[in-house]
């Protein structure tokens, strides 16, 4: 298994500003993925994050919005930028367990408010 | 494509049994299933891959069937623990994408 934290755990934002959130594992890991969740809702994957690779967004998601950065195996950050009412969530980083077979694993989450 | 899950919600008493169902349009090269209870993160529950295997863990188990596109998730003699909502999550191109979930409570 993997340990995942996410600083910050909540902030809460004015609108047209950005939040970077960061996402720290306690060992090395080569797929990282960022979600995002809205309160009572299924999880909505913005991007996979590999290392020495450029991000890749789902669809309705851009770099321009969420900026995402990757320096190391352990490490990523996820910008949120020029922030709206609507992108207040939950934002979840997760890793892929380098052990036997696909186990997915997930930080405790950065809860987003923007006014 | 994202996989339907059903029921949407259910409520039990404690010691009854419960199936989630999932299905997908797609074909499946496996299925994974989370448990998620309010405020937390999701946990891993496990996974399943191509080869109709049945899992078990602790008195909850899972079948895929990969020809009906189809998994499901047994809860037996639930507990109180059990409530929290139900993702499964399926997967292709080496990423998760998961379902609306099934909300699960369980009454004492």
């Known amino acids: 298994s993997a340990v995942i934290s996410q600083k910050p755990s909540r902030d809460i934002c004015q609108r047209g500003t950005s939040l970077t959130i960061q996402c720290q594992v306690d060992s090395q890991v080569t797929m990282m993925f960022w979600y995002r969740q809205q309160p009572g809702q299924s999880l909505t994957l913005i991007a996979t994050a590999n290392q020495g690779s450029e991000a890749t967004y789902e669809s309705g998601f851009v770099i321009d919005k969420f900026p995402i950065s990757r320096p190391n195996l352990t490490f990523s950050t996820l910008t949120v930028s020029n922030m709206s009412p609507e992108d207040s969530s939950i934002y979840l980083c997760s890793v892929v367990s380098q052990g036997a077979g696909y186990e997915q694993y997930f930080g405790p989450g950065t809860r987003l408010t923007v006014t | 494509q994202q996989p339907v899950q059903s029921p949407q919600a259910v409520i039990l008493r404690e010691g009854e049994d419960a199936v989630i169902n999932c299905s997908s349009s797609?074909?499946?090269?496996?299925v994974h299933w989370y448990r998620q209870k309010h405020g937390e993160a999701p946990v891993f529950l496990m996974i399943l891959l191509k080869g109709g295997e049945q899992k078990g863990h602790d008195k909850i188990s899972a079948s895929f069937n990969e020809k009906k596109q189809q998994s499901s998730l047994y809860l037996t003699a639930s507990q109180l623990s059990y409530s929290g909502t139900y993702f499964c999550g399926t997967e292709a191109d080496d990423k998760i994408i998961f379902g609306k979930g099934t909300r699960l409570h369980i009454l004492p």
């Open positions: 797609k074909a499946l090269y496996s």
